[in-house]
DNA sequence: CATTTCACCTGGTGGC
DNA sequence: TGCCACCAGGTGAAAT
């Protein structure tokens, strides 16, 4: 379900929370999920360990865990990781151990303070991952961070390419955390077409969506992120940004700029809305 | 290789 | 109220 800012939302949240606390006990649902590590093997690699910090890599929440056991020398040095992805509808959460199990909750982590992590996904789209460190790197996602890439690079990862700046921009091998609502967002304040070729933008074209998605993704960020239907952060809390969305889910509204009525078409196969006088 | 389409799931909404 | 079609913030495998 989120993006960007609900995870970097999201993560802050979490982190805010269990930061430094212990995992004492791991239960997993029964319930058929295709993780990308079995609940077994993420149960035996989570319990004990210590939660050093949590934080966000485009759309994946990344939470740095210590070794089990007491092992004073490498206290903070993570070991192991405990990557989160929400797909559509996930939710992570950080509640207290009587309160009510939300249907679809597939993961709960009984926490040394008291507190409990919970991970509840309808739609099944989450993906949750274990991974121990060895000496390799830590986790990293394919594609460039939007709100830190520069204008040259920016500018390279379309050069060439044939596809919609839209598919483009929802390719996280080439951008890692923009989904459909702030490709949409940021297309509009940029003033592009989401159909326009990738490879055709001209350089200043490009500059202003750089600039317009740095602009959207902190805006939301300082909101706490977009609530279109089930998105809540950490302590289950709505963001604010759904009520500033120029363009995304308002098929047939006017404009906020110039009162055209906002079009709606499919672009890479998603609902893709847009102004047609403000764009282009 | 680049690009497009589709399957994976459940739930909410709006029309009839 | 019920039934149905359609829509939904994502991804990755399969097809083109």
Wanted: positive net charge; glycine residues 12%; charged residues 25%.
């Amino acid at each position: 379900m989120p993006e960007l800012p609900e995870v970097e939302t999201i993560a802050r949240g979490v982190n805010a929370r269990v930061r430094g606390d212990r995992i004492t006990e791991v239960w997993f649902s029964k319930h058929k999920q295709p993780f990308k590590t079995s609940a077994s093997i993420q149960a035996k690699g989570l319990a004990g360990r210590t939660i050093l910090s949590v934080h966000r890599t485009g759309k994946h929440i990344v939470c740095e865990l210590g070794d089990a056991g007491l092992n004073e020398t490498s206290k903070n040095e993570p070991t192991a990781q405990w990557i989160v992805h929400l797909g559509m509808t996930g939710r992570l959460l950080v509640t207290t151990p009587e309160g009510p199990i939300a249907a679809h909750t597939h993961a709960r982590l009984s926490l040394e303070s008291g507190r409990e992590v919970r991970f509840v996904d309808a739609r099944r789209f989450g993906r949750l991952e274990f991974r121990e460190l060895k000496r390799t790197e830590g986790f990293s996602a394919a594609g460039q961070e939007p709100m830190t890439v520069g204008t040259v690079e920016f500018a390279g990862l379309f050069r060439g390419r044939k596809l919609a700046i839209k598919a483009a921009l929802l390719n996280q091998g080439l951008l890692s955390g923009v989904g459909n609502i702030y490709a949409d967002e940021s297309l509009f304040q940029a003033g592009i077409r989401p159909r326009r070729r990738a490879g055709r933008l001209t350089r200043d074209e490009l500059e202003r969506l750089r600039l317009s998605l740095l602009a959207v993704l902190s805006d939301s960020i300082r909101l706490g992120g977009s609530s279109v239907s089930d998105y809540v952060d950490a302590d289950g809390v709505r963001g604010f940004f759904q009520l500033e969305h120029c363009v995304y889910l308002r098929t047939g509204q006017p404009c906020r700029q110039c009162g055209t009525p906002i079009k709606r078409i499919l672009v890479a196969g998603r609902g893709t809305h847009y102004c047609p006088k403000c764009q282009g």
